[in-house]
């Protein structure tokens, strides 16, 4: 960017790579469509008399101490101070120069703390800061660009929820949406603050916004043969956070590309299969001894019977594994439900694939395998079978397993020119450099159980690290 193009540059809506300044930027630039004559001023006034008069200054999670939230600040006292505050920073009055920390300008920069910018430092505790400055550096347009956040985004259970992507529609579709939800319950008199998500647990709502990303704003195909997808390289962030009190606080959770493409795929073309496995995975301390019923997507228990809209908020354990990159447990979460209930294996192989990197020809090779254990096989010597590929502990336990298998399988088919695993099979796709042995036992295990649930077999073993993991 030239000095030119610097000076010519809209740095109230032009993206900076700050979460809390993009949203801002966001709001201002829609408010600017939405109300286009309207001076940078006259938006502020706007959103100031929301925050007093609408929401009686309740945004203490945002400002500690401004203007607009402290005590002494009530009504008309607290609009006159807010209006006087940035009209002096439009005008340039005070200040020092400097370059400013969020848009790297050369400018103007006033003082920001947690009064007037979001999870900064103190004013009156100057260790908060480089050269114990009394604040961060910032530009006017940057504070004012925070000023507008609260319009763009939502409550989270006990906390704000700023969601944002590597993808600017992404991020705009959400903003625009709680501006307009916003002020749509601001005209039905009955807002009271911030726009609150039907979500409360972070881990369910992060999922919860790729869904509507899905639906709404990505146009998602995925082609099988190349494996591309409109929602590769997607990534979402959700910052959760409060700026109140003594306790401020922040996490951030973030949906890699590779969970969002899986994910996508699952709801998009494995809808039904998918819904069945996720949806057996929420659980609540306070609906204890509860079964899933399919049939009817409920929980129930001797007392009660509860809908989806109840029960996805309560903690969700595949959707943590997912988003913790807890793999193995996710694996494990896949392999108890495929002995209980059929679970189409496309989404297993799209799963290994995505988020483990695994060659599609591995999982053809331990289909294969499946089917050469459970053909011409009694239901005694499936189950034996099971048995003894769970009781394999280590990888080169597993491995003898297989051996055995290529040998049991050459006694049978002495006539046939190819064997059941060749040596490049066993060496590239079996066990090359990086695979886990006990993810080829587990995978083989699940592809085993499907292949029964097709043949409409049951055959019920109990593996004891799965079982622990149920029961936790």
Request: hydrophobic residues 35%.
């Amino acid at each position: 960017m030239t000095e030119t193009d610097i000076k010519l540059t809209n740095w109230y809506t032009y993206p900076t790579g700050d979460p809390f300044a993009d949203i801002g930027g966001y709001v201002i630039e829609y408010l600017q469509e939405k109300y286009p004559a309207t001076s940078i001023l006259e938006l502020i006034e706007f959103a100031t008399d929301i925050y007093v008069n609408k929401w009686d200054n309740n945004l203490h999670s945002f400002f500690l101490n401004s203007t607009i939230t402290h005590n002494s600040n009530k009504g008309q006292k607290g609009i006159e101070k807010t209006i006087k505050y940035y009209s002096e920073l439009i005008d340039g009055v005070g200040g020092q120069d400097g370059v400013c920390r969020i848009t790297g300008q050369q400018t103007k920069v006033y003082t920001a703390a947690r009064d007037n910018h979001i999870m900064s430092g103190s004013t009156t505790l100057i260790n908060f800061h480089h050269g114990f400055e009394s604040g961060l550096l910032m530009s006017k347009e940057a504070l004012i660009r925070t000023f507008f956040v609260p319009l763009g985004v939502e409550q989270l259970g006990d906390k704000v929820a700023v969601l944002t992507s590597n993808k600017a529609e992404i991020t705009k579709y959400f903003i625009r949406k709680n501006v307009d939800e916003n002020y749509k319950s601001i005209s039905s008199n009955v807002s009271k603050s911030i726009n609150r998500s039907e979500f409360s647990n972070p881990v369910n709502g992060i999922f919860n916004y790729a869904e509507q990303c899905i639906q709404n704003v990505i146009t998602a195909t995925f082609n099988e043969e190349t494996g591309t997808s409109e929602t590769k390289n997607t990534t979402l962030n959700l910052f959760h956070f409060t700026n109140f009190g003594a306790s401020p606080t922040i996490n951030i959770l973030t949906l890699p590309a590779t969970v969002f493409s899986f994910y996508s795929y699952c709801l998009l073309y494995y809808n039904k299969d998918w819904s069945n496995f996720i949806f057996r995975q929420y659980s609540s301390s306070k609906f204890k001894n509860a079964i899933y019923n399919a049939q009817s997507e409920q929980w129930i228990n001797s007392k009660e019977q509860l809908g989806f809209d109840s029960y996805k908020t309560w903690k969700n354990r595949a959707l943590e594994f997912l988003l913790n990159g807890n793999y193995e447990k996710f694996r494990k979460l896949i392999l108890y439900h495929s002995k209980k209930e059929i679970f189409n294996f496309q989404i297993v192989e799209q799963y290994q694939i995505y988020i483990r990197n695994m060659d599609k020809r591995t999982l053809s090779k331990i289909l294969e395998l499946a089917d050469f254990i459970i053909a011409d096989s009694s239901d005694d010597e499936i189950k034996k079978a099971i048995t003894r590929i769970n009781g394999q502990k280590t990888s080169s336990a597993l491995r003898r397993y297989l051996l055995n298998l290529v040998a049991d399988y050459n006694r049978k088919h002495s006539d046939r020119e190819k064997p059941l695993i060749t040596m490049d099979e066993y060496a590239e796709y079996l066990f090359p450099d990086g695979t886990y042995w006990n993810e080829i036992r587990d995978l083989l295990l699940i592809a085993i159980y499907q292949r029964l649930h097709e043949m409409n077999k049951a055959v019920d073993v109990e593996l004891e690290e799965v079982e622990e993991l149920n029961n936790e």
